[in-house]
């Protein structure tokens, strides 16, 4: 039986007005914010983000611009409704400047900006992270633990692109249990004294791309510790800070691992390290299948580190079991180091490294022109192609042609 004109109408008006909205945005200013960077928009915040995850079709939460935007710790939950939400922050979101004023889930700092199972998610805009983390980093470890500024957690197929991240209390951008993640086009940016100031950090993650990134901090530019693995980084200028790390794993004796590591196109400035690899006596587990390539440093310490010996306190004792280290490779590696001793390969002697390959490097010892040298340690199957200064003793002619 066929429906009269008016009634389809009518059918097709009850279905529009029955659907959640779809791509819509929601603004936190309609939700009570004020933007003025001293009332505490947190309530607003998660007002919105209430309606956001229950809309149906790629919804975007709006932070807009030319607003400051005072939030405490807060956690956007999922699983949501949409397969794809963006959260566009356009204006600053900043923190309160006094810890003692941070109202604190449960009285713990772990994380200011949370999102936990929140698959699909982009985050973008042409804003700015601030965790305004001075009178933090004065007060030191006295109060426990700083809050991470961007934690996502046990979400997949993840964006994160061109914010800007300055000052944060501890590391700025974390991802731990994610699978599917690219980084791009961000910022961060933290004193050379700030202490633990990570700029990415990566935990029991998979899959991620990290690329046109230019970070500065007080610790290391990138982090990838325990179950990090098919990570590809490329085009990250880095500095100050500690480099690129692998680690550190085996703290505690606990089994540990990273595995199929690719850097491309890294250039660091006045940075304690360029890439390292830092494991600590006692643990297990291993880091392994990794290249690092068109590496450039200027005025780094240790253009080149692997250290099985990793310690950050003043005593630590010798240990028979070690993170096994294997199969890694330096491809193109030039510029300048601030120590004489611009590669340092330190392995363990009771799990020495195993497979490291070296191309193509030449650096010079600080500005003066002097060649460099290295040190090294407890290698098997170690070897060398084409123009390799520092000399390294421990590694071998390949002879390829």
Known sequence: MAFPRSTCLLLLLASFLLTPLEGHTFNVMDYGAIGNGRTDDSEAFMKAWSDVCKASASPTFLVPGDRRFLINP???????????????????????????????????????????????????????IDGNAEKWWKQGRVTGARPNALVVARSNNVQLHDLSFKDNPHMHVVFHHCDGVKISHISIDAPEDSPNTDGIHLKE????????????????????????????????KCGPGHGISIGSLGKFGLSETVEYIHVKDA???????????????????????????KIRSSDSEYPIIIDQFYCDHTECHDKPNAVEIRN??????????????????????????????????????????????????????????????????????????
């Not at 356009?90 to 810890?99: L, Q, R």
């Not at 006045?270 to 990794?290: E, F, L, S």
């Not at 799990?351 to 490097?361: E, G």
């Not at 650096?363 to 200064?389: E, F, M, P, T, W």
Request: aromatic share 8%.
């Open 205 to 236: 993650t998979a899959s991620v791309i990290i690329e046109h990134c230019t970070i500065g901090t007080g610790d290391d530019c990138i982090s990838l510790v325990d179950g990090s693995t098919h990570i590809d980084m490329r085009h990250i």
């Open 74 to 128: 807060v956690v956007f939950e999922g699983r949501c409704r949409s397969k794809k939400i963006k959260f566009k922050v356009d204006g600053t979101i900043t923190a309160p400047s006094e810890p003692s004023k941070w109202k604190c889930i449960n009285k713990q700092c772990h994380s200011w900006i949370s999102f936990k199972h929140v698959d699909g998610l982009v985050i973008s805009g042409s804003g700015t």
């Open 328 to 401: 890694i490779s330096y491809i193109d590696v030039k510029g300048t180091s601030k120590k004489e001793t611009a590669v340092k390969i330190a392995c363990s002697d009771t799990v020495p490294c195993r497979d490291i390959f070296i191309q193509n490097i030449n650096l010079i010892y600080d500005q003066s022109g002097k060649q460099a040298s290295a040190y090294c340690k407890n290698v098997i199957n170690g070897y060398y192609h084409g123009v390799v200064r520092p000399n390294i003793s421990c590694l071998q002619n390949d002879k390829l042609p």
């Open 267 to 293: 250039q660091f400035t006045g940075t304690t390290n360029g890439v390292r690899i830092k494991t600590w006596q006692g643990g297990r587990g291993h880091a392994r299948n990794m290249i690092f390539e």
